[in-house]
């Protein structure tokens, strides 16, 4: 996490471009985090983790120049971008498998399957969002143990909480968006 942080920071201050090897440290972190993203994903998934970590690194880093101030930050940046990554391939997927700008015909309520989990995870951004409004750090906390994969205690490292803080705010997050998906 120190040397993470310390080439975001050398990064930041400008003191020389970026090398090889301060490339590999970032795309490196960027692909794990979405290994770990992908890992609660079906095994048809059309999006792979290399794909997703090439997508996020070419938004974190593409155009412009990254200014994270810690590993802390770089983190919720990697994890808020797959996010919606993966938010956005499920829309597109939902938009096709549901024929795009084809008319709309009634269906049989009994006939409709359990929700595809492109839909789940649309649900839960939605709820995710709710959540931002209510208590952005919860949120950030829910990206960070969900979409990251980091555990209580590297959340606690990285936002500079305590354990059991970050434990109670982890349940009270897990407990609203559970209510707001009903299951």
């Not at 794909?51 to 983190?75: C, D, I, V």
């Not at 015909?105 to 399957?113: L, P």
């Not at 990285?158 to 803080?165: N, R, V, Y």
Request: net charge positive.
């Amino acid at each position: 996490m120190l040397e993470l942080t310390r080439l975001l920071q050398g990064l930041d201050a400008g003191m020389a471009p970026p090398d090889a090897l301060t490339i590999g440290v970032l795309y490196d972190e960027i692909r794990r985090l979405a290994r770990s993203c992908m890992r609660g994903e079906r095994g048809d998934h059309t999006l792979v983790p290399t794909a997703l970590a090439n997508e996020a690194y070419l938004r974190l880093f593409g155009t412009a120049k990254p200014t994270f101030a810690n590993s802390a930050e770089f983190f919720a940046a990697a994890a808020t971008t797959l996010r919606r990554i993966l938010v956005e391939h499920g829309r597109r997927k939902a938009r096709e498998k549901r024929g795009g700008d084809r008319s709309r015909h009634d269906v049989d309520v009994d006939s409709i399957a359990a929700q595809d989990p492109d839909d789940r995870l649309l649900a839960i951004d939605a709820a995710l969002q709710k959540l931002a409004q209510f208590d952005p750090m919860k949120a950030r906390l829910v990206e960070l143990r969900f979409f990251a994969g980091l555990s209580v205690e590297a959340v606690a490292r990285l936002l500079g909480m305590s354990e059991s803080t970050v434990a109670r705010d982890w349940r009270v997050a897990r407990a609203f968006l559970r209510a707001e998906l009903g299951a």
